[in-house]
Structure formats: C-alpha cells, structure tokens
C-alpha cells in the first residue's frame, strides 16, 4: 500500500545555481547532499511536510537526468511513493498494465528498494516506488 | 514559511481514463472529483501522507492545462506549497528575484488564496503558492 510521497525529483543543471532559489526565496532548508554515484547525479535533500524535494544534477553525460534535461531542460523529473510492500505493488501494477522498468526492485539511495514504472503507461509521470529493506 | 506540500498537479486529458491507474495499478483512493469553472478544469484529488496529488483535465481549448498538454503531452504541471503567510512569501520571492505570475494571491479552490511563480524564474517548476483566507 502507498503510504505517502517519499520525495519529488527535480532535474536541474547545477545544484549551487538552484539553491539560493530554494533557500532564499522559498525559505526552505537544505539538510543534505551526496553523490548518487550508480545513477551518475549529485542529490541536494529539501524536507518539506511529510516528504522532501529532491534536486538531480547529472554528474556525466550518459546520466538519465542529463539525457532529460537535453530533451525537456529543467523541470519535475519523477514522484516516488513509499510503499508497505514493494514486491505486491510491483505484481499490481504489472497485472493491471502497468509497464515496468524494473520488473524488481533495485538498491536506491539511503539503503532503500526501489523500483521505477514507464511514465508511457504512467500518462506522462515518471513513477517510482520505494520500501525499506526487508530484514530476515 | 511553507509548511507543507499543498497538492502536486498532473495535467491529464481524461481523468475518467487516467482513475484506473491510481486506484487499481497503485491503489489509491479518489476521494473527491470538482469542476474549478475560474480555471477551466475539472480536478480529482488523490490524498496520500499530508499532500495530495491531484489530476487536471481542460474543461475547453483556452484552459492552461488545454495549452500545457498541447505543447508537452501529460504529466506533472506544478507544485503547491502551503504557506503560513502569502503576502511575506510573494515579497520575499520577488525580492529576491523570482518572477511573480500573480502579484498579489487570487482566489484558488476550497476558499485558498493562491499565487503562481513564473518557471523561467524558478528553473523549469511551476509553483503555486497556497494559503487560508484571513480572518478578520
């Protein structure tokens, strides 16, 4: 079951040149950054209720927000959802019609399973759905 | 100061055809559907955590949703953010330099007062800044 959002990805050339927007103008605070190294984006963390904003910057070319940012530019790049129970909701949606890029759920940031839906059978949302490690 | 993330808008073509993708494929719960007649759109809101998302569908060929699905097909239009106080938060983001769509808030839906920020100047994201009417 879907429990809340766990974050909003934004696609963005530079973190630093974003920042002072987010910080100064909005007033909202930067609580952390790291390097994503296996999907080649720098993260900057932004809490904000019960979920937080994500701002991506590609650290090569070949990253999928590089290859976003060329096609669409700056912008919302995906919504992911916390889930109870990442497998259950993977087997729904694909039952449903779902397609999906990862048919199972793959090592995310923070130690998390995720797992990403086409946003072609999404009506145009990338979507991506992620679970806490389940513990044997 | 924002407080939360108000609602996030996906502009859709049909929301009777986008439904069975939140309430089947990923088990959400459509809790209320209301046409907004100001903005030429009919809306159906998803509640998830503390926010909610909520779909988009042009009411007639002028809406901005019609013209945003035109030029960019379906998906993420903007992000709402609640405020405690909308007039500092304009202010202090057209001080700071962002581009102002509303200058002063207009009346949004539920008795919200509202006001857009322009997305050349907040690196690509439409954001829609949300608060309760005053009392006086």
Do not use: W
């Not at 809340?4 to 909005?26: R, T």
């Not at 700056?74 to 694909?94: M, P, R, S, V, Y």
């Amino acid at each position: 079951m879907i429990q809340k959002i766990s974050h909003i990805g934004i696609a963005v050339k530079n973190i630093d040149e974003v920042l002072p927007y987010y910080e100064k103008s909005l007033g909202m605070k930067c609580t952390a950054r790291e390097e994503v190294a296996s999907q080649k984006v720098k993260v900057a963390f932004f809490p904000v209720g019960d979920t937080r904003i994500e701002l991506l910057e590609p650290t090569s070319p070949e990253s999928p927000i590089a290859k976003f940012l060329e096609q669409k530019g700056e912008g919302i790049h995906h919504i992911a959802f916390d889930t109870d129970n990442i497998e259950d909701q993977l087997k729904n949606a694909k039952e449903s019609g779902v397609r999906l890029i990862n048919e199972t759920p793959i090592p995310g940031a923070h130690g998390m399973q995720v797992a990403f839906l086409h946003p072609k059978s999404t009506f145009g949302v990338l979507t991506e759905l992620c679970a806490e490690p389940k513990h044997h």
